[in-house]
Every structure is written in structure tokens, then in C-alpha cells.
């Protein structure tokens, strides 16, 4: 009886649910919803197309370790209380930006290097005087290609062995290409 | 009305009943799954709630109703001379078990009711999804990405933004870890979340400064039912970096009082990309059997929370300590690419050698509330230490010693260590007046971080910051809710001097001299400002609309103002900068959303504008003194223009089975300095998830079972910035299957997914790796099972 009762309630209360949203009618939420989800999708195909501005660049310098002119190449020998000079092509498609060269001992083996050929190894070993050479090399602006030319002396007294000598190139806009070659001190 | 009501009195011998589903909060609840038995014919279903059974003999039919997120219902019904009509509430069922107390409302009715962008996930969400990290596991929802670093850790990315630009809450508390780095994860256990809520978009207003791109706030496990005592073991599998782990959850309540624990652990090896040999900056790296040596990794997590739970009054203490140990990828550690000992690397895929990362994160926090008259009165009160070291060989990096002094102090092996306390206290009121819902705040937070190691990038620093905030909700009607929120903060940081350990040569007037250079200087800075936000919601039958206009800032972190050394990870030298102002963003927010019979479809597009975004800008120049030769990365302000979208459209084709699209766009662009028409780092490329979902209704002892598959569409990402590189468009499935079955009248869940079922080779635009070339996870299935236990019987509760 008790759920009966709770029944007939019920069923008083069913019309006025329906009745809840009348003051607004379907056809209306219809048409507003349509023009809305137009001007949005409009909105947001139009800022997805709009990109046909002015390129921007994304290519890297490029470092030439295999020209005959440039030194030190892969697997190069140098030796201690004697100039070289150091010679690195560098290009660029739009501005280069500056040079880095490092030059650190690989006595422990630590990498590889860029390069595929590898060099005769001597067996690892603790750093005594190892050389340590940090060097930045700016380049005038508006240079699209450069030839880097620095004359280093290694000391006389440093560890001999196998190092590394790592160059870093940068364009203008800040992309940067680096290379690592395996190089011996005799 | 009047007619239908007299063709049913017409109809001597069939009846009809009407079933009217309410929630709590008594909204109509669409969708349900509900059946009649043993009446064949599914209801008429209306999108109001109501589900009309016609064409019913005289009899006893049984009534059932189910829904995700809500308990069953279930009822004997007679039917004889008349017609029914039957009103039923589902009452919510957030927790595994079904005795909880309930203390939000409904998902639905939430998001009609904020301002902002919000998408709310549960515990079944991630059991169903889980990924590696919490992060990993949300990565699903359109317009949130992770910035990640391997298989085990990630951080939030919403709209393209992350680091600092996204708040993370816990338990009521701002998660304070080292946001500013992408090497390392978010220090939350992901098992311990029992509801999620992301706002897309600036909600400084909010959350504070660094809240300018969004929040993600994690809420704990909802409060046991009075009188229970119980838990829930989950059980979690994965194939691809041979993960195991497991989280125990036991919990007692009496009236009142109530404790509870959780205790999760996790193991796991290197994982697997799809590829032999990789090229990190030109260096070829061969992987044994698809290895990405040393990224494995083991996560330990404790949790205990207890307090006292009174009709007026609650006071929670939640006490919780998460730890990890996790490899770094061998190879691409530290100032060029790495050849490694491959034999000892490659004995053991589970062994976690050098470079690796601990990171310790303790929280205490006490959450409190108190009704007095009119007035909910809201505290939290917490304590944080995150402590986080990198793990090493000494490698002489620019002019530090060939070999290492043994006159040092700091351990030869601890490259960098990150000590940070932090004390924090949020005091909220909330008051209504007629149709105003007032909410009156502050929020303060004093910082403490320290520095270890034989290798310097960030000073150590304090940091103070107190902001005051206003908020006001008016229902103008029963159909629109106007927001407007005021905001002031302030914040002083304090940088600490730091000077090198060892001599570099410098040249002072073509002398050359030995000396140990400054890296940071002592530097105090303040910092002031005024956020607000405007907001308005309009709710219809079908349509929900809503949108927001609002200022957000972000006060420069100390890596931004003082960092000055190299990034192992990028091979860069960084630089802040002192002079770096409050970053500020505008934003334009809108969301609309339509949903009627089978149709659900929600857009919402956005519009930001920064006038001074804060921006690792890689120059031309090299360094040799500070940077040890490397790339000069200098901290910039520009101005910056973002916007995109994202789209979701559902289709219910049938009961069981329903086809879904989620589609996300964003650009961005800079609009002035160095790099003018360039776009911000890790912008993620478009993208589209399709997904189609099968749920069969009827499947005996098994409940809510699902087959689902996600195919998700990436686009390339061809709009970089230096250092970034374009990523190629990638296409990858996901498949996930699960559902429930009983056990002692407990709801066990199952869940096994197979993540990247074709083993595709990708790269991720976001991840932290990509940088270097590493691809992303092969395939992986991964197998979850969480059983729910209780330890009283019905009878000892009552």
C-alpha cells in the first residue's frame, strides 16, 4: 500500500520535470547552438590556416672536416711543443654566428666521435697534465661561409695521448652543429 | 499531454512505467544502463532522465539501474491496473568500495559550475589508462601532454606549457618539487589519487603565480564510510621495461575517527624503443636488443592520514614520503655523447648504475574545516622536503682538476644535489549571501633550497610569497552563473652568492690569472601583482556554454633569474638573467558544449597573450670561461601570442557500443626579440584520438566490461625553435580491455591494456629525450588488478 502511494507521487511529479526547460524551446536551443558551433568552428579553422607568413629559418651551420684543407682531421697526429694551425670550414645558409673549438683528453675512453673512421687507441690511463684548451672564435657578421684559422701551440710538458678535439659552430639565429674528432698527441 | 494520457487509460491490458532519474543533487541523470526484467524491449530513453517502458503486461518485473560513477539500483515492481511512474536517486560511488562518504558533487554538475576549462578524472580513469607516471596516465585527455624523460616520469603540459607555468596541487597543498627541470618527475604516488581535476588554462587568480597555464589538482582518496574497516590491493604489470609493482591501501573508520595507509612499490628496467642504433648529436650509439641502457628504475611510496570527521567540524592529517632511484640514459650524459661500458651496462637490464637520480619527497600536511553559522572555514597547513641528487663519475668539465682533489668535501660522485623545504599555509572562507557565493582566501609559502655537488647550474635561494584573493559566484538565474575574481601577491626571493671550487684562467688586461669565478651574486628581488578573472556560465537542456577573460602572472624562478653553468642534458651553457620581470598573461577562454540523444560535442578554443614570456633563448655566442666552450643559452623576455583548441565529439551509436574523437590544436608564436616569428619550445603538433568503445550490457558474473581502442593521430611538428628539431606525424594504437567481477561482494577490477600495439617506431615533440633523438616506448602491455577487501561483515558494521 505504502509503495503504491509512493507511486501516485510520483507520477505527479513527471509532467513538471518535463515542463522544467519549456521557456526556452528545442527549435531555439537548435538554431543558437548551430550558430554558435559555426562562428567557433570558423574561428578555429581560421587561426589553424593562417600560416603562410614569412619562413623562418631552420637549418643547421655545417662544420667541413673532410676537405683537404682542413685540419686537424680525424685520426690527425700532433706534437707537443709545436704549432699548428688549426683550419675549419664553416657555412651557413642564412648568417653564421661564432665558433668554439675545445681540445680534451679522451685517456679514459670516454666517446667515440662524430666520425665513422676509428683511430688506433693507446690503453686508458690517469691524467697527469693533460692539455686543456677552451676557445671561442667569433666571426664578423653577414658571413655566410668562414675559414676559421688559429695557430695553437701545445705545450711541451703536457700528458701525450689521445684527446679530443671538438668544434661547435652556431648561426645567428642560435642553431648549433657540433662535431668531435679523435686526434693524437705525440 | 492530455491526449497521450487518455490513449494510455484507452489501453485496457498494457501498461507503461516512466522512471525518472535523479541524481543527489536532483539533476536529471542521462545514459544510464537500465533494464527491466524479464520485459525484452529497451526504454524509450528521453535525454532528461526519464527512460519510458511501454507495452507492459500485468506482472513482477524487476528494475535495474547502473551507472559509472554511481551505485546500483535495484527494485521489485508490480504491474497491474495502472501506469507507474517511478522517481529513483542514484547516489554517487566514488570509491571501490561501496561504503564512502560523499562529500562533492557530481562531475557534471562541477563543470557546469566553474569558470574555467576542467576536465575531472577518477581512479577508474587511470586503472583503465595507467601509464608509467601519473601524467603518463592522463596524457589522454585532449590538450594534456607530458614532458617526459623515459618510461617511469613525466610532467604536466597543458596547452603546450609546463615546468612552472603548471600548478600542482596535493591534497590541498601546492606540490613544491624542482618544477623547473624536465630530467626528473612529478613526486606523487599515482595509486594514492582518487580524483583529478586539470583546469586548462590561467587560473593565477586561483592558485597563485605560476598557475598562468593551469592546475592540476589531485584529491585524495574520499573519506571511508562510518563504521568500516577495509582496503584494496592493486596489482600492476608491464611487459616493455618489466615492471612490477604493487600498491596496498587499509583503511578503518569508526563514527568519527578514522586511519588509513598505503604503502606502493615498483620496479623496473631499462625499457625498449624500437631501434638498434641511435644518433645523439651525430654519435652513433648501438643498444643491445633495443635497451635504453641504464633507464631503468625502483619507486617506493608510504602514505598515513587519519583525523577526526564531525558534522560541523573534520581536521585530517595526511603524512606521506615518496622515493625513487632512476637511471639516466647512459649514453647522453654530460658534455658530449658518451661511450660507455657496454658490458657492464648491457649484463643486467635492471641494474641502476651511473649517471643516476634519488629523489626524496616528504609531505606532512593537516587539512581542517569548520562550519560556523554561515561560514565554511577552510585550512591547510604543509610541510615539504624534496630532496633530489644526481649520481656521477667526476668528469672534468671546462677548468675543473683532471683528476678530483682529495681535498674535497662534496662526495666524488655527487654531481648536483637539490635540497628544498618548504612551509606552506592556505586560510579560506566561504560564505553565502542571497545569490552570492563569497570566497575569501590566503595563501602563504616560505622556501628554503639549498645546493650540493661538484657541478653548479642553480644558485640556492629563498623565497617568500603571500597573496590575498577574492572570489565571487552570482546566480543570476537558475540558467547563469556570473564569476569574478581578484588577486594580489607578493613575493621576495633571495639568491645566494656561489663561487667556483676551482681556478679558470681569466685575462685582465692581457694578464692571464687563476681565479675562482662568481656565478651568482647576492641578489634580492620583490615582486607585486594584481590578477583577476571574469567569467560567466550559461546551462541550457542541451547546451552548456561558458567562457572567461582573465590576467595570470608567474614571478621568475631562480633558475630563470640566477642560473650560470651547463646543462648536462643539453649540452648548453645557461644563463639567467637578474633583470627578468613577472611574466603576465591574457587569456580568452570559452567552452561550448551540446549534448542530445547519441550526440555529445564539446569545443572549447582559447586566445593568450603574453607581453613579456620568459624564454631560454639559444644565441650565437659560445662561452669558454663560465660555459666551458658550450652554446650561450641566455634567459629573454618577448612578447608571445598563443592559441588552439580542443574538440571532443561523441557518439553513443548503440547502448554497448560508442565512437569518440578528441582533437587538439595549438600554436604559438614570438612576436619580438632574437627569435621573432619563431614559436616556444615544446609546442605540441596537432592531434586526434580516435577511440571506439565496446560495453557489452549483459555479461553474467562480469561487470562493466569494456573493449576499447585508442588510435591516435599525431601530426609533424615543423613550427621549432633552436635547440628543438622538427618531429615527423606518427600514428599509434593503443588497445584497452577490462572490467569487473565479484569477489565476496567486493567489485575486483581488471584492466590490461596493450600501449603502441605495432611497436612504432616515434618520436615525441614533448619528451625530454626527443632533443636527442630517443624514441618512445615500443610495445608494452601492462595488466592492472585492484581487489577491494573489507574486513567487517554487514552485520558487525550496522
Given at each position: 500500500?505504502?509503495?503504491?502511494n509512493?507511486?501516485?507521487?510520483?507520477?505527479?511529479?513527471?509532467?513538471?520535470?518535463?515542463?522544467?526547460?519549456?521557456?526556452?524551446?528545442?527549435?531555439?536551443?537548435?538554431?543558437?547552438?548551430?550558430?554558435?558551433?559555426?562562428?567557433?568552428?570558423?574561428?578555429?579553422?581560421?587561426?589553424?590556416?593562417?600560416?603562410?607568413?614569412?619562413?623562418?629559418?631552420?637549418e643547421?651551420?655545417?662544420?667541413?672536416?673532410?676537405?683537404?684543407?682542413?685540419?686537424?682531421?680525424?685520426?690527425?697526429?700532433?706534437?707537443?711543443?709545436?704549432?699548428?694551425?688549426?683550419?675549419?670550414?664553416?657555412?651557413?645558409?642564412?648568417?653564421?654566428g661564432?665558433?668554439?673549438?675545445d681540445?680534451?683528453?679522451?685517456?679514459?675512453?670516454?666517446?667515440?666521435?662524430?666520425?665513422?673512421?676509428?683511430?688506433?687507441?693507446?690503453?686508458?690511463k690517469?691524467?697527469?697534465?693533460?692539455?686543456?684548451?677552451?676557445?671561442?672564435?667569433?666571426?664578423?657578421?653577414?658571413?655566410?661561409?668562414?675559414?676559421?684559422?688559429?695557430?695553437i701551440?701545445?705545450?711541451?710538458?703536457?700528458?701525450?695521448?689521445?684527446?679530443?678535439?671538438m668544434?661547435?659552430?652556431?648561426?645567428?639565429?642560435?642553431?648549433?652543429?657540433?662535431?668531435?674528432?679523435?686526434?693524437?698527441?705525440? | 499531454?492530455?491526449?497521450?494520457?487518455?490513449?494510455?487509460?484507452?489501453?485496457?491490458?498494457?501498461?507503461?512505467?516512466?522512471?525518472?532519474?535523479?541524481?543527489?543533487?536532483?539533476?536529471?541523470?542521462?545514459?544510464?544502463?537500465?533494464?527491466?526484467?524479464?520485459?525484452?524491449?529497451?526504454?524509450?530513453?528521453?535525454?532528461?532522465?526519464?527512460?519510458?517502458?511501454?507495452?507492459?503486461?500485468?506482472?513482477?518485473?524487476?528494475?535495474?539501474?547502473?551507472?559509472?560513477?554511481?551505485?546500483?539500483?535495484?527494485?521489485?515492481?508490480s504491474?497491474?491496473?495502472?501506469?507507474?511512474?517511478?522517481?529513483?536517486?542514484?547516489?554517487p560511488?566514488?570509491?571501490?568500495?561501496?561504503?564512502?562518504?560523499?562529500?562533492?558533487?557530481?562531475?557534471?554538475?562541477?563543470?557546469?559550475e566553474?569558470?574555467?576549462?576542467?576536465?575531472?578524472?577518477r581512479?577508474?580513469?587511470?586503472?583503465?589508462?595507467?601509464?608509467?607516471?601519473?601524467?603518463?596516465?592522463?596524457e589522454?585527455?585532449?590538450?594534456?601532454?607530458t614532458?617526459?624523460?623515459?618510461?617511469?616520469?613525466?610532467?604536466?603540459?597543458?596547452?603546450?606549457?609546463?615546468?612552472?607555468?603548471?600548478?600542482?596541487?596535493?591534497?590541498?597543498?601546492?606540490?613544491?618539487?624542482?618544477?623547473?627541470?624536465?630530467?626528473?618527475?612529478?613526486?606523487?604516488?599515482?595509486?594514492?589519487?582518487?580524483?583529478?581535476?586539470?583546469?586548462?588554462?590561467?587560473?593565477?587568480?586561483?592558485?597563485?603565480?605560476?598557475?598562468?597555464?593551469?592546475?592540476?589538482?589531485?584529491?585524495?582518496?574520499?573519506?571511508?564510510?562510518?563504521?568500516?574497516?577495509?582496503?584494496?590491493?592493486?596489482?600492476?604489470?608491464?611487459?616493455?621495461?618489466?615492471?612490477?609493482?604493487?600498491?596496498?591501501?587499509?583503511?578503518?573508520?569508526?563514527?568519527?575517527?578514522?586511519?588509513?595507509?598505503?604503502?606502493?612499490?615498483?620496479?623496473?628496467?631499462?625499457?625498449?624503443?624500437?631501434?638498434?642504433?641511435?644518433?645523439?648529436?651525430?654519435?652513433?650509439?648501438?643498444?643491445?636488443?633495443?635497451?635504453?641502457?641504464?633507464?631503468?628504475?625502483?619507486?617506493?611510496?608510504?602514505?598515513?592520514?587519519?583525523?577526526?570527521?564531525?558534522?560541523?567540524?573534520?581536521?585530517?592529517?595526511?603524512?606521506?614520503?615518496?622515493?625513487?632511484?632512476?637511471?639516466?640514459?647512459?649514453?647522453?650524459?654530460?658534455?658530449?655523447?658518451?661511450?660507455?661500458?657496454?658490458?657492464?651496462?648491457?649484463?643486467?637490464s635492471?641494474?641502476?648504475?651511473?649517471?643516476?637520480?634519488?629523489?626524496?619527497?616528504?609531505?606532512?600536511i593537516?587539512?581542517?574545516?569548520?562550519?560556523?553559522s554561515?561560514?565554511?572555514?577552510?585550512?591547510?597547513?604543509?610541510?615539504?622536503?624534496?630532496?633530489?641528487?644526481?649520481?656521477?663519475?667526476?668528469?672534468?668539465?671546462?677548468?675543473?682538476?683532471?683528476?678530483?682533489p682529495?681535498?674535497?668535501?662534496?662526495?666524488?660522485d655527487?654531481?648536483?644535489?637539490?635540497?628544498?623545504?618548504?612551509?606552506?599555509?592556505?586560510?579560506?572562507?566561504?560564505?553565502?549571501?542571497?545569490?552570492?557565493?563569497?570566497?575569501?582566501?590566503?595563501?602563504?609559502?616560505i622556501q628554503?633550497?639549498?645546493i650540493?655537488?661538484?657541478?653548479?647550474?642553480?644558485?640556492s635561494?629563498?623565497?617568500?610569497?603571500?597573496?590575498?584573493?577574492?572570489?565571487?559566484?552570482?546566480?543570476?538565474?537558475?540558467?547563469?552563473?556570473?564569476?569574478?575574481?581578484?588577486?594580489?601577491?607578493?613575493?621576495?626571493?633571495?639568491?645566494?652568492?656561489?663561487?667556483?671550487?676551482?681556478?679558470?684562467?681569466?685575462?685582465?688586461?692581457?694578464?692571464t690569472?687563476?681565479?675562482?669565478?662568481?656565478?651568482?651574486?647576492?641578489?634580492?628581488?620583490?615582486?607585486?601583482?594584481?590578477?583577476?578573472?571574469?567569467?560567466?556560465?550559461?546551462?541550457?537542456?542541451?547546451?552548456?556554454?561558458?567562457?572567461?577573460?582573465?590576467?595570470?602572472?608567474?614571478?621568475?624562478?631562480a633558475k630563470?633569474?640566477?642560473?650560470?653553468?651547463?646543462?648536462?642534458?643539453?649540452?648548453?651553457?645557461?644563463?639567467?638573467?637578474?633583470?627578468?620581470?613577472?611574466?603576465?598573461?591574457?587569456?580568452?577562454?570559452?567552452?561550448?558544449?551540446?549534448?542530445?540523444?547519441?550526440w555529445?560535442?564539446?569545443?572549447s578554443?582559447?586566445?593568450?597573450?603574453f607581453p613579456?614570456y620568459i624564454?631560454?633563448?639559444?644565441?650565437?655566442?659560445?662561452?669558454?670561461?663560465?660555459?666551458?666552450?658550450?652554446?650561450?643559452?641566455?634567459?629573454?623576455?618577448?612578447?608571445?601570442?598563443?592559441?588552439?583548441?580542443?574538440?571532443?565529439v561523441?557518439?553513443?551509436?548503440?547502448?554497448?557500443?560508442?565512437?569518440?574523437?578528441?582533437?587538439?590544436?595549438?600554436?604559438?608564436?614570438?612576436l619580438?626579440?632574437?627569435?621573432?616569428?619563431?614559436?616556444?619550445?615544446?609546442?605540441?603538433?596537432?592531434?586526434?584520438?580516435?577511440?571506439?568503445?565496446?560495453?557489452?550490457?549483459?555479461?553474467?558474473p562480469f561487470?562493466?566490461?569494456?573493449?576499447?581502442?585508442?588510435y591516435?593521430?599525431?601530426?609533424?611538428?615543423?613550427?621549432?625553435?633552436?635547440?628543438?628539431?622538427?618531429?615527423?606525424g606518427?600514428?599509434?594504437?593503443?588497445?584497452?580491455?577490462?572490467?569487473?567481477?565479484?569477489?565476496?561482494?567486493?567489485?575486483a577490477?581488471?584492466s590490461?591494456?596493450?600501449?603502441?600495439?605495432?611497436?612504432?617506431?616515434?618520436?615525441?615533440?614533448?619528451?625530454?629525450?626527443?632533443?636527442?633523438?630517443?624514441?618512445?616506448?615500443g610495445?608494452?602491455?601492462?595488466?592492472?588488478?585492484?581487489?577491494?577487501?573489507?574486513?567487517?561483515?554487514?552485520?558487525?558494521?550496522?
Open positions: 500500500m505504502h509503495l503504491r509512493s507511486f501516485r507521487q510520483g507520477m505527479m511529479d513527471v509532467p513538471s520535470a518535463h515542463q522544467k526547460h519549456k521557456n526556452i524551446t528545442m527549435k531555439q536551443q537548435t538554431k543558437m547552438l548551430s550558430a554558435l558551433f559555426a562562428i567557433l568552428g570558423a574561428a578555429f579553422l581560421m587561426t589553424g590556416c593562417s600560416k603562410n607568413k614569412a619562413s623562418i629559418d631552420t643547421y651551420p655545417t662544420i667541413d672536416v673532410t676537405s683537404s684543407a682542413a685540419f686537424p682531421k680525424q685520426c690527425s697526429e700532433l706534437v707537443r711543443g709545436q704549432k699548428f694551425t688549426a683550419t675549419i670550414l664553416v657555412a651557413d645558409n642564412a648568417e653564421l661564432s665558433v668554439s673549438i681540445i680534451h683528453h679522451n685517456f679514459d675512453h670516454h666517446s667515440h666521435s662524430t666520425e665513422v673512421e676509428e683511430c688506433n687507441m693507446g690503453p686508458v690517469t691524467p697527469a697534465k693533460p692539455l686543456l684548451l677552451v676557445k671561442s672564435i667569433p666571426i664578423a657578421s653577414g658571413n655566410k661561409s668562414y675559414t676559421v684559422s688559429e695557430e701551440e701545445i705545450p711541451a710538458d703536457v700528458d701525450p695521448g689521445d684527446y679530443h678535439f668544434i661547435r659552430v652556431t648561426d645567428k639565429e642560435g642553431w648549433q652543429t657540433l662535431k668531435g674528432l679523435s686526434i693524437k698527441i705525440n | 499531454m492530455l491526449f497521450t494520457c487518455l490513449s494510455m487509460q484507452a489501453n485496457a491490458q498494457l501498461r507503461q512505467l516512466i522512471v525518472t532519474v535523479i541524481d543527489d543533487y536532483n539533476k536529471p541523470v542521462p545514459g544510464v544502463n537500465i533494464s527491466l526484467e524479464t520485459h525484452e524491449r529497451a526504454p524509450f530513453a528521453a535525454p532528461d532522465g526519464v527512460y519510458v517502458f511501454k507495452d507492459l503486461s500485468p506482472g513482477d518485473y524487476t528494475l535495474r539501474i547502473s551507472m559509472a560513477g554511481y551505485r546500483s539500483f535495484s527494485k521489485k515492481i504491474i497491474a491496473g495502472h501506469d507507474i511512474s517511478l522517481p529513483v536517486t542514484l547516489h560511488n566514488i570509491h571501490t568500495l561501496q561504503e564512502v562518504v560523499v562529500q562533492n558533487n557530481t562531475i557534471g554538475q562541477r563543470k557546469k566553474e569558470q574555467l576549462n576542467l576536465e575531472i578524472v581512479s577508474d580513469f587511470i586503472q583503465k589508462n595507467l601509464g608509467g607516471s601519473l601524467m603518463q596516465s592522463l589522454r585527455l585532449p590538450g594534456v601532454k614532458i617526459g624523460i623515459g618510461a617511469g616520469q613525466s610532467k604536466p603540459l597543458i596547452r603546450g606549457m609546463g615546468f612552472n607555468r603548471v600548478v600542482v596541487i596535493d591534497k590541498g597543498v601546492k606540490h613544491e618539487g624542482q618544477q623547473w627541470g624536465a630530467d626528473h618527475g612529478l613526486e606523487i604516488d599515482q595509486f594514492a589519487a582518487e580524483e583529478i581535476e586539470i583546469v586548462k588554462g590561467a587560473a593565477s587568480f586561483i592558485y597563485g603565480s605560476d598557475a598562468i597555464a593551469g592546475a592540476v589538482n589531485i584529491k585524495p582518496a574520499a573519506m571511508p564510510a562510518a563504521n568500516s574497516f577495509g582496503g584494496d590491493i592493486n596489482l600492476i604489470g608491464k611487459t616493455n621495461n618489466a615492471l612490477y609493482g604493487a600498491s596496498l591501501n587499509i583503511y578503518r573508520r569508526t563514527q568519527k575517527w578514522f586511519v588509513a595507509a598505503r604503502a606502493t612499490a615498483q620496479d623496473y628496467g631499462d625499457y625498449r624503443a624500437p631501434a638498434d642504433r641511435l644518433y645523439i648529436y651525430d654519435y652513433p650509439i648501438d643498444l643491445h636488443r633495443s635497451y635504453l641502457r641504464n633507464t631503468a628504475g625502483k619507486e617506493i611510496n608510504t602514505h598515513f592520514s587519519g583525523g577526526y570527521i564531525g558534522k560541523k567540524a573534520r581536521s585530517v592529517f595526511y603524512l606521506g614520503n615518496t622515493y625513487s632511484k632512476s637511471g639516466f640514459f647512459a649514453n647522453a650524459h654530460g658534455l658530449e655523447p658518451r661511450k660507455v661500458n657496454a658490458v657492464m651496462h648491457d649484463r643486467s635492471r641494474d641502476i648504475l651511473m649517471p643516476y637520480q634519488k629523489v626524496n619527497h616528504f609531505k606532512l593537516n587539512r581542517s574545516s569548520i562550519r560556523l554561515d561560514h565554511d572555514i577552510e585550512l591547510e597547513a604543509g610541510y615539504q622536503n624534496n630532496f633530489r641528487q644526481e649520481y656521477n663519475r667526476y668528469v672534468n668539465h671546462g677548468f675543473m682538476p683532471p683528476v678530483y682529495d681535498s674535497m668535501t662534496i662526495p666524488i655527487l654531481e648536483r644535489a637539490f635540497n628544498k623545504n618548504v612551509y606552506s599555509l592556505n586560510i579560506r572562507d566561504r560564505v553565502k549571501l542571497n545569490l552570492h557565493e563569497l570566497q575569501f582566501g590566503i595563501n602563504g609559502e628554503n633550497n639549498a650540493n655537488g661538484w657541478s653548479f647550474l642553480v644558485p635561494f629563498d623565497q617568500k610569497t603571500i597573496g590575498v584573493f577574492l572570489y565571487d559566484r552570482l546566480s543570476i538565474n537558475d540558467q547563469a552563473l556570473l564569476h569574478a575574481a581578484l588577486r594580489y601577491d607578493r613575493s621576495h626571493i633571495h639568491i645566494h652568492p656561489y663561487a667556483d671550487w676551482f681556478p679558470s684562467p681569466v685575462e685582465q688586461n692581457g694578464e690569472s687563476q681565479i675562482q669565478v662568481t656565478r651568482a651574486d647576492n641578489i634580492r628581488r620583490s615582486f607585486n601583482s594584481i590578477t583577476g578573472s571574469i567569467g560567466i556560465n550559461y546551462n541550457l537542456e542541451h547546451i552548456e556554454l561558458k567562457a572567461n577573460a582573465g590576467k595570470s602572472y608567474r614571478i621568475p624562478t630563470e633569474l640566477g642560473a650560470n653553468g651547463v646543462n648536462y642534458h643539453y649540452f648548453s651553457y645557461e644563463r639567467g638573467n637578474t633583470g627578468l620581470k613577472p611574466e603576465e598573461s591574457y587569456q580568452l577562454d570559452a567552452t561550448a558544449s551540446f549534448t542530445k540523444n547519441k555529445s560535442v564539446q569545443l578554443p582559447f586566445f593568450n597573450y613579456n624564454y631560454l633563448n639559444p644565441t650565437a655566442e659560445h662561452d669558454y670561461l663560465y660555459g666551458a666552450g658550450n652554446q650561450m643559452f641566455e634567459y629573454t623576455q618577448a612578447r608571445v601570442v598563443r592559441y588552439g583548441g580542443e574538440l571532443q561523441k557518439y553513443q551509436a548503440w547502448e554497448n557500443l560508442s565512437a569518440e574523437a578528441l582533437i587538439e590544436y595549438l600554436y604559438a608564436e614570438q619580438s626579440g632574437d627569435k621573432k616569428g619563431y614559436t616556444i619550445p615544446f609546442s605540441p603538433p596537432p592531434s586526434t584520438l580516435l577511440n571506439l568503445t565496446y560495453s557489452p550490457i549483459h555479461t553474467g561487470r562493466r566490461i569494456y573493449l576499447s581502442v585508442d591516435r593521430i599525431t601530426a609533424a611538428q615543423r613550427h621549432i625553435v633552436p635547440p628543438e628539431k622538427k618531429t615527423s606518427y600514428t599509434v594504437m593503443n588497445v584497452q580491455a577490462g572490467g569487473r567481477f565479484a569477489i565476496q561482494k567486493q567489485q577490477q581488471i590490461l591494456q596493450a600501449q603502441n600495439l605495432f611497436n612504432t617506431r616515434y618520436l615525441n615533440h614533448t619528451s625530454f629525450y626527443r632533443l636527442i633523438g630517443l624514441p618512445e616506448q610495445r608494452n602491455i601492462v595488466l592492472s588488478i585492484k581487489i577491494p577487501f573489507n574486513f567487517l561483515t554487514n552485520k558487525q558494521a550496522s
